[in-house]
Protein backbone atom coordinates (compact mmCIF):
# COMPACT_ATOMS: atom_id res chain seq x y z
CA UNK A 1 0.00 0.00 0.00
CA UNK A 2 1.32 3.59 -0.87
CA UNK A 3 1.80 5.82 2.37
CA UNK A 4 -1.36 7.81 2.89
CA UNK A 5 -0.85 11.55 1.59
CA UNK A 6 -1.83 14.26 4.07
CA UNK A 7 -1.80 17.58 5.14
CA UNK A 8 -1.72 17.97 9.27
CA UNK A 9 -3.70 20.93 10.42
CA UNK A 10 -2.82 21.60 14.03
CA UNK A 11 -1.78 24.69 16.58
CA UNK A 12 -1.72 23.93 20.49
CA UNK A 13 0.25 21.73 22.35
CA UNK A 14 -2.17 19.15 22.79
CA UNK A 15 -1.74 18.15 18.67
CA UNK A 16 1.80 17.91 18.80
CA UNK A 17 1.82 14.14 19.64
CA UNK A 18 -0.37 13.59 17.00
CA UNK A 19 1.96 15.65 14.37
CA UNK A 20 5.52 13.48 15.63
CA UNK A 21 3.71 9.85 15.33
CA UNK A 22 2.13 10.73 12.24
CA UNK A 23 5.93 11.78 11.13
CA UNK A 24 7.55 8.62 12.31
CA UNK A 25 5.02 6.53 10.65
CA UNK A 26 6.22 4.92 7.21
CA UNK A 27 2.76 4.70 6.52
CA UNK A 28 2.22 8.46 6.01
CA UNK A 29 3.43 11.33 4.00
CA UNK A 30 2.88 14.50 5.39
CA UNK A 31 3.34 16.90 2.64
CA UNK A 32 3.03 19.82 4.80
CA UNK A 33 1.26 21.46 7.72
CA UNK A 34 -0.68 24.25 8.28
CA UNK A 35 -0.72 26.03 11.95
CA UNK A 36 -2.37 29.29 12.82
CA UNK A 37 0.09 32.39 12.92
CA UNK A 38 2.75 33.27 15.50
CA UNK A 39 1.92 35.34 18.14
CA UNK A 40 3.37 38.08 20.04
CA UNK A 41 4.26 37.13 23.70
CA UNK A 42 5.27 37.92 27.01
CA UNK A 43 6.61 41.29 28.07
CA UNK A 44 8.74 42.24 24.95
CA UNK A 45 5.60 41.00 22.92
CA UNK A 46 8.22 38.39 20.88
CA UNK A 47 6.58 36.63 17.91
CA UNK A 48 6.26 33.07 18.75
CA UNK A 49 5.94 29.99 16.64
CA UNK A 50 3.04 27.56 17.47
CA UNK A 51 3.62 24.43 19.29
CA UNK A 52 2.79 22.82 15.99
CA UNK A 53 5.01 24.84 14.07
CA UNK A 54 8.01 24.30 16.51
CA UNK A 55 7.67 20.78 15.53
CA UNK A 56 7.19 20.40 12.27
CA UNK A 57 10.25 22.37 11.65
CA UNK A 58 11.84 20.16 13.76
CA UNK A 59 11.17 17.14 11.07
CA UNK A 60 11.80 19.76 8.31
CA UNK A 61 7.82 19.83 7.30
CA UNK A 62 6.74 22.66 5.29
CA UNK A 63 4.44 25.21 7.12
CA UNK A 64 1.33 27.53 6.12
CA UNK A 65 0.38 30.09 8.57
CA UNK A 66 -3.03 31.69 7.02
CA UNK A 67 -4.65 34.13 8.83
CA UNK A 68 -7.65 32.98 7.90
CA UNK A 69 -8.04 29.55 5.76
CA UNK A 70 -11.30 30.00 4.71
CA UNK A 71 -10.46 33.28 2.97
CA UNK A 72 -6.88 32.15 1.68
CA UNK A 73 -7.55 31.12 -1.50
CA UNK A 74 -4.13 30.47 -2.57
CA UNK A 75 -3.36 28.25 -0.08
CA UNK A 76 -6.23 26.34 -0.78
CA UNK A 77 -5.60 25.84 -4.47
CA UNK A 78 -2.21 24.88 -3.29
CA UNK A 79 -4.00 22.07 -1.28
CA UNK A 80 -5.97 20.94 -4.53
CA UNK A 81 -3.06 20.33 -6.20
CA UNK A 82 -1.14 18.30 -3.87
CA UNK A 83 -3.62 14.76 -4.63
CA UNK A 84 -4.11 14.40 -0.61
CA UNK A 85 -5.86 11.36 0.77
CA UNK A 86 -6.69 13.60 3.75
CA UNK A 87 -6.15 16.38 5.86
CA UNK A 88 -5.87 15.48 9.88
CA UNK A 89 -6.65 18.16 12.29
CA UNK A 90 -5.83 18.29 15.72
CA UNK A 91 -6.50 21.38 18.22
CA UNK A 92 -6.04 23.69 14.61
CA UNK A 93 -8.49 26.38 15.92
CA UNK A 94 -10.54 27.12 13.06
CA UNK A 95 -13.75 26.08 11.36
CA UNK A 96 -13.18 24.58 8.15
CA UNK A 97 -15.26 25.39 4.98
CA UNK A 98 -16.67 23.11 2.64
CA UNK A 99 -13.97 24.13 0.13
CA UNK A 100 -11.36 22.79 1.93
CA UNK A 101 -13.32 19.70 3.67
CA UNK A 102 -13.99 18.39 0.20
CA UNK A 103 -10.16 18.80 -0.72
CA UNK A 104 -8.70 15.13 -0.20
CA UNK A 105 -10.41 11.85 -1.39
CA UNK A 106 -11.10 10.78 1.97
CA UNK A 107 -11.86 14.02 3.90
CA UNK A 108 -10.69 15.58 6.81
CA UNK A 109 -10.26 13.56 10.02
CA UNK A 110 -10.49 15.40 13.47
CA UNK A 111 -9.09 13.75 16.75
CA UNK A 112 -11.15 15.28 19.16
CA UNK A 113 -10.68 14.59 22.94
CA UNK A 114 -13.37 13.61 24.19
CA UNK A 115 -16.72 10.98 23.77
CA UNK A 116 -18.43 12.59 21.51
CA UNK A 117 -20.92 13.72 21.37
CA UNK A 118 -20.41 14.92 24.88
CA UNK A 119 -18.26 18.09 24.81
CA UNK A 120 -18.12 19.71 21.35
CA UNK A 121 -16.09 22.80 21.44
CA UNK A 122 -13.38 24.48 22.77
CA UNK A 123 -12.47 22.77 26.70
CA UNK A 124 -13.42 18.90 26.30
CA UNK A 125 -10.98 17.97 28.48
CA UNK A 126 -11.37 20.87 31.27
CA UNK A 127 -15.52 20.26 31.38
CA UNK A 128 -15.23 16.69 31.97
CA UNK A 129 -13.30 16.89 34.90
CA UNK A 130 -15.30 19.92 36.67
CA UNK A 131 -18.36 17.87 35.74
CA UNK A 132 -17.38 15.04 38.20
CA UNK A 133 -17.19 12.85 34.89
CA UNK A 134 -15.61 9.16 35.64
CA UNK A 135 -14.50 8.47 31.93
CA UNK A 136 -13.53 10.47 28.96
CA UNK A 137 -11.47 9.09 25.72
CA UNK A 138 -10.79 10.48 21.71
CA UNK A 139 -12.94 10.40 18.95
CA UNK A 140 -11.74 10.23 15.45
CA UNK A 141 -14.12 11.96 13.40
CA UNK A 142 -14.99 12.63 9.94
CA UNK A 143 -15.24 16.42 9.39
CA UNK A 144 -18.28 18.04 8.54
CA UNK A 145 -18.81 22.25 8.23
CA UNK A 146 -19.88 22.04 11.50
CA UNK A 147 -17.90 22.82 15.30
CA UNK A 148 -17.61 18.77 16.11
CA UNK A 149 -20.63 17.64 14.61
CA UNK A 150 -19.50 15.07 11.92
CA UNK A 151 -19.50 11.04 11.56
CA UNK A 152 -17.66 9.19 14.06
CA UNK A 153 -15.34 6.86 12.88
CA UNK A 154 -14.19 5.43 15.87
CA UNK A 155 -13.38 5.76 19.91
CA UNK A 156 -11.14 5.11 22.59
CA UNK A 157 -12.05 4.96 26.23
CA UNK A 158 -10.15 5.89 29.03
CA UNK A 159 -10.86 6.11 32.69
CA UNK A 160 -10.37 9.72 34.49
CA UNK A 161 -7.91 9.35 37.67
CA UNK A 162 -9.87 10.90 41.08
CA UNK A 163 -6.89 13.33 41.80
CA UNK A 164 -6.17 14.07 37.87
CA UNK A 165 -5.76 17.31 37.27
CA UNK A 166 -6.60 19.16 33.60
CA UNK A 167 -2.92 19.17 32.66
CA UNK A 168 -2.04 15.31 33.27
CA UNK A 169 -5.71 14.16 31.60
CA UNK A 170 -4.50 16.42 28.23
CA UNK A 171 -0.97 14.75 28.01
CA UNK A 172 -2.38 11.30 28.67
CA UNK A 173 -5.68 11.55 25.70
CA UNK A 174 -2.33 13.28 23.76
CA UNK A 175 -0.44 10.24 23.80
CA UNK A 176 -2.95 8.14 23.45
CA UNK A 177 -4.93 10.43 20.64
CA UNK A 178 -1.45 9.84 19.00
CA UNK A 179 -1.28 6.16 18.75
CA UNK A 180 -4.98 5.53 18.19
CA UNK A 181 -4.37 7.85 14.87
CA UNK A 182 -1.77 6.26 13.43
CA UNK A 183 -3.24 3.10 14.50
CA UNK A 184 -6.36 4.07 12.85
CA UNK A 185 -5.95 5.84 9.54
CA UNK A 186 -5.20 2.68 7.25
CA UNK A 187 -8.01 1.00 8.56
CA UNK A 188 -10.17 3.51 7.54
CA UNK A 189 -8.60 3.91 4.23
CA UNK A 190 -9.75 0.83 3.45
CA UNK A 191 -13.19 1.77 3.91
CA UNK A 192 -13.39 -0.68 7.45
CA UNK A 193 -14.34 1.61 9.65
CA UNK A 194 -18.64 2.15 9.84
CA UNK A 195 -19.29 5.96 10.40
CA UNK A 196 -21.54 6.66 12.73
CA UNK A 197 -23.91 9.58 12.73
CA UNK A 198 -23.96 11.81 16.10
CA UNK A 199 -27.18 11.45 18.11
CA UNK A 200 -26.98 15.12 18.35
CA UNK A 201 -30.24 15.67 20.65
CA UNK A 202 -27.10 14.16 23.21
CA UNK A 203 -24.78 16.71 22.72
CA UNK A 204 -23.12 19.39 25.05
CA UNK A 205 -21.03 22.15 24.30
CA UNK A 206 -17.35 22.78 26.28
CA UNK A 207 -17.30 26.50 25.89
CA UNK A 208 -13.97 28.33 26.44
CA UNK A 209 -13.22 28.81 29.78
CA UNK A 210 -13.15 32.53 31.27
CA UNK A 211 -11.49 34.18 34.48
CA UNK A 212 -15.24 33.66 36.12
CA UNK A 213 -14.85 30.08 36.54
CA UNK A 214 -11.39 30.42 38.05
CA UNK A 215 -12.74 31.88 41.34
CA UNK A 216 -14.69 29.44 43.97
CA UNK A 217 -17.87 29.80 45.37
CA UNK A 218 -17.49 28.21 48.70
CA UNK A 219 -21.36 27.51 48.90
CA UNK A 220 -20.68 24.83 46.45
CA UNK A 221 -20.37 20.99 47.70
CA UNK A 222 -16.55 20.31 48.16
CA UNK A 223 -16.59 17.51 45.56
CA UNK A 224 -17.60 20.67 43.05
CA UNK A 225 -14.62 22.69 44.31
CA UNK A 226 -12.43 19.90 44.01
CA UNK A 227 -13.42 19.02 40.57
CA UNK A 228 -12.81 22.83 39.66
CA UNK A 229 -9.78 22.83 41.40
CA UNK A 230 -8.08 19.64 39.16
CA UNK A 231 -9.99 20.87 36.06
CA UNK A 232 -8.12 24.43 36.17
CA UNK A 233 -4.97 23.11 36.71
CA UNK A 234 -2.35 24.61 35.40
CA UNK A 235 -4.93 27.12 33.02
CA UNK A 236 -6.15 29.16 34.04
CA UNK A 237 -5.82 28.28 38.11
CA UNK A 238 -8.42 28.15 41.07
CA UNK A 239 -8.36 31.35 43.27
CA UNK A 240 -10.12 33.00 46.40
CA UNK A 241 -9.93 35.90 48.51
CA UNK A 242 -8.47 35.48 51.98
CA UNK A 243 -9.51 38.11 54.50
CA UNK A 244 -6.39 38.88 56.84
CA UNK A 245 -8.64 41.76 59.33
CA UNK A 246 -9.35 44.32 57.17
CA UNK A 247 -7.15 43.36 54.07
CA UNK A 248 -7.08 41.11 51.78
CA UNK A 249 -5.32 38.91 50.10
CA UNK A 250 -5.57 36.91 46.75
CA UNK A 251 -4.50 33.10 46.38
CA UNK A 252 -4.45 30.36 44.52
CA UNK A 253 -4.94 26.78 44.43
CA UNK A 254 -3.12 23.91 42.94
CA UNK A 255 -3.86 21.13 44.39
CA UNK A 256 -6.39 19.69 47.09
CA UNK A 257 -8.30 16.73 49.04
CA UNK A 258 -11.29 16.10 50.29
CA UNK A 259 -11.73 16.55 54.04
CA UNK A 260 -14.65 15.34 55.98
CA UNK A 261 -18.20 14.98 55.05
CA UNK A 262 -19.85 16.44 58.20
CA UNK A 263 -17.75 19.60 58.47
CA UNK A 264 -19.64 22.37 60.42
CA UNK A 265 -18.49 26.29 59.56
CA UNK A 266 -19.65 28.50 56.84
CA UNK A 267 -18.41 28.49 53.59
CA UNK A 268 -15.59 29.79 53.50
CA UNK A 269 -14.14 29.40 56.98
CA UNK A 270 -10.80 27.59 57.80
CA UNK A 271 -11.58 25.30 59.95
CA UNK A 272 -8.01 24.11 60.57
CA UNK A 273 -4.52 24.50 59.22
CA UNK A 274 -1.63 21.82 59.70
CA UNK A 275 1.38 20.56 57.55
CA UNK A 276 -1.30 18.57 55.87
CA UNK A 277 -3.31 21.36 54.40
CA UNK A 278 -6.15 23.96 55.24
CA UNK A 279 -9.45 22.66 55.61
CA UNK A 280 -11.95 24.98 54.30
CA UNK A 281 -15.88 24.79 55.00
CA UNK A 282 -18.14 24.25 51.32
CA UNK A 283 -21.52 23.91 50.87
CA UNK A 284 -21.36 20.45 51.79
CA UNK A 285 -18.38 18.97 53.62
CA UNK A 286 -14.72 20.76 53.56
CA UNK A 287 -11.65 20.50 51.13
CA UNK A 288 -7.91 20.43 52.24
CA UNK A 289 -5.90 22.80 50.31
CA UNK A 290 -2.52 21.29 49.46
CA UNK A 291 -0.86 23.22 47.27
CA UNK A 292 -1.12 27.17 47.00
CA UNK A 293 0.35 30.20 46.07
CA UNK A 294 0.17 34.14 47.13
CA UNK A 295 -0.31 36.55 44.09
CA UNK A 296 3.18 37.49 42.77
CA UNK A 297 4.89 34.27 44.45
CA UNK A 298 5.80 31.56 44.29
CA UNK A 299 3.38 28.14 44.56
CA UNK A 300 4.18 25.92 47.43
CA UNK A 301 3.12 22.95 49.09
CA UNK A 302 1.21 24.25 52.29
CA UNK A 303 3.82 23.47 54.89
CA UNK A 304 6.12 25.78 53.05
CA UNK A 305 3.34 28.64 52.02
CA UNK A 306 2.95 28.35 55.70
CA UNK A 307 6.42 29.04 56.90
CA UNK A 308 5.92 32.32 55.13
CA UNK A 309 2.55 32.76 55.56
CA UNK A 310 0.71 32.47 58.36
CA UNK A 311 -2.64 31.33 57.87
CA UNK A 312 -5.22 30.66 61.28
CA UNK A 313 -8.31 29.78 62.00
CA UNK A 314 -9.32 33.63 62.58
CA UNK A 315 -8.62 34.04 58.43
CA UNK A 316 -11.80 33.42 56.20
CA UNK A 317 -11.95 32.82 52.06
CA UNK A 318 -14.58 34.28 50.39
CA UNK A 319 -15.90 35.04 47.00
CA UNK A 320 -15.04 38.82 45.55
CA UNK A 321 -17.59 39.34 42.91
CA UNK A 322 -15.98 42.86 41.97
CA UNK A 323 -12.50 41.15 40.73
CA UNK A 324 -14.09 39.28 38.01
CA UNK A 325 -13.59 41.42 34.60
CA UNK A 326 -16.29 41.46 32.81
Known amino acids: MAPIRI ?32 KARGRQLRL ?9 LQHSLPVWQPQRLRRDEDLINRLKGLSLDLLVVAAYGQILPESVLSIPRFGCINVHTSLLPKYRGAAPIHWAILNGDQETGVTL ?38 SFLVESLPTYIRGEFPLHAQVHAEASHARKLTKA ?19 LNPWPG ?10 QK ?4 WSAVLGSTDARGRPGDILSVSSNGIEVACGD ?10 E ?5 PVAAFLAGFPVTTDNQFFTNPSSIDE
Request: charged residues 25%.
Open 250 to 253: LIKF
Open 296 to 300: GAKRL
Open 213 to 231: DAQVDWSRPAVCIHNQIRG
Open 48 to 56: TPTAVKTTA
Open 141 to 178: MKMDAGLDTGDIITQRKTAIGKEETAGELHDRLAALGA
Open 285 to 294: GSIMITVLQR
Open 238 to 247: TFSHLKLGES
Open 7 to 38: VFLGTAELACRSLQALAESPEIEILGVVSQPD
